[in-house]
């Protein structure tokens, strides 16, 4: 939910239905553009994690 792009389609989801709908978020777009964002959220997330999961190597042989 942090993530840049999924904020942003909470945020026309918000601009365009608001948030009262009593039930679901309604969000603006279709279903594949929907789960290409979220594909690219977590991509974006793994490839984070990735580089820290590879920093901590790196500093923990440095250490050495």
Known sequence: INHPLFASLLEKANEEFGF???GPI????DIAFFEHIMLLVNLTINL???HQSHE???NHFLMI
């Open 20 to 22: 009262d709908q009593g």
């Open 26 to 29: 309604t969000i603006p777009c």
């Open 48 to 50: 984070t994690l990735m």
């Open 56 to 58: 901590c190597v790196v």
